[in-house]
């Protein structure tokens, strides 16, 4: 055990006795045991994490690669259930689809993908002429967006990999896609990751984020200052996403839209011969 996981053990018990002390002291009303719930819900939600890293996995067909990133196995049976309730269904899919305008034949890449909802959605637009590809480092993860895509007859491919490390050649792909991806990095691996996406997009490739960024209102604050505690959030929620896509050398980066309060979507571009088509 790591001293970040003996860490985050350390206070996910401690908020036992913090919840059993806010009910004493307090008593018992609606606040005090919303706030025990949330207090309780973290070594809980450890447990289910640990329970879930004890099931069996499918044979593997590439090692799991080592990242900082925060992988979100434990999600996996959770996941696409929780998202459309937290805002994060079809329709936000579906405008994520738009801001990237894929065009039939093009090769596209999805970093982070998940259960692969995106990747899916993604390799439909680009048709059977086109090729789509998502790379997620969670094992758990990986195998839920092979088995809930093998139905699918688009070209659509699922690889165990990092960010930080693409598997791939240089100038690969017309587009990349980073969905609620960014946040799970520290700020050296967002510049890393950036680089790498960078590197294997094609020149005039484009490459469609949609993330945390600055709260629009100064009411989201109330509920997005915990962000700033943790380094992988607190780039977002700063709004300084727009400089790392500029500092790993896209151009024309501009913020096209937002969703709810807190998420916007950013387009960049790698510059080179076929550059910004006016998406
Ligand atoms: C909130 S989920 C987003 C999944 C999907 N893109 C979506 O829009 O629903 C964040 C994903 O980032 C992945 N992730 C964490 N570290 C990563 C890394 N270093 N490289 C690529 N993906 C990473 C996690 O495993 C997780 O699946």
Same mark, same amino acid.
């Given at each position: 055990?790591? +001293?970040?996981? +003996?860490?985050? *053990? ?56 080592? @990242?900082?990133?925060? @992988?979100? $196995? *434990? ?60 790379? $997620? ?9 092979? +088995? ?39 700020? $050296? ?21 949609? $993330? ?8 989201? *604050?109330?509920?997005? *200052? ?19 896509? +500029? ?33």
């Amino acid at each position: 055990m790591n +001293r970040a996981t +003996r860490n985050t *053990w350390l206070c996910g018990l401690l908020s036992v006795p913090l919840a059993g002390l806010v009910l004493l002291t307090w008593g018992v009303t609606f606040w005090t045991l919303a706030l025990a719930a949330v207090a309780l819900a973290c070594p809980l939600s450890m447990l289910w994490s640990w329970r879930m890293a004890q099931r069996a996995l499918a044979p593997l067909d590439a090692p799991v690669p080592h @990242t900082r990133g925060m @992988t979100m $196995d *434990w999600a996996v049976p959770i996941y696409d259930w929780y998202c459309p309730k937290l805002g994060l269904g079809p329709a936000f899919r579906r405008e994520t689809l738009r801001h990237a305008a894929l065009a039939p034949g093009e090769r596209v890449l999805d970093v982070g993908c998940g259960t692969g909802v995106l990747t899916r959605l993604a390799a439909e637009a680009v048709g059977a002429t086109g090729y789509v590809v998502g790379i $997620d480092p969670g094992p758990r993860m990986l195998a839920e967006a092979r +088995r809930t895509s093998a139905a699918s007859a688009a070209r659509i491919e699922f690889r165990l990999a990092a960010i930080e490390a693409l598997p791939f050649g240089d100038a690969s792909f017309d587009a990349v896609l980073s969905s609620l991806m960014l946040h799970h990095l520290p700020p $050296d691996m967002k510049r890393a990751g950036l680089k790498e996406v960078y590197r294997v997009l094609k020149p005039g490739g484009r490459l469609i984020v949609v $993330d945390v960024d600055r709260p629009a209102q100064p009411l989201w *604050w109330l509920a997005a *200052w915990p962000l700033l505690l943790m380094s992988m959030t607190r780039i977002n929620i700063l709004g300084h996403v727009p400089a790392f896509l +500029r500092e790993a050398g896209f151009a024309s980066v501009a913020s096209k839209g937002r969703w709810f309060k807190l998420l916007a979507f950013w387009h960049a571009c790698k510059p080179g011969a076929s550059v910004e088509l006016a998406r």
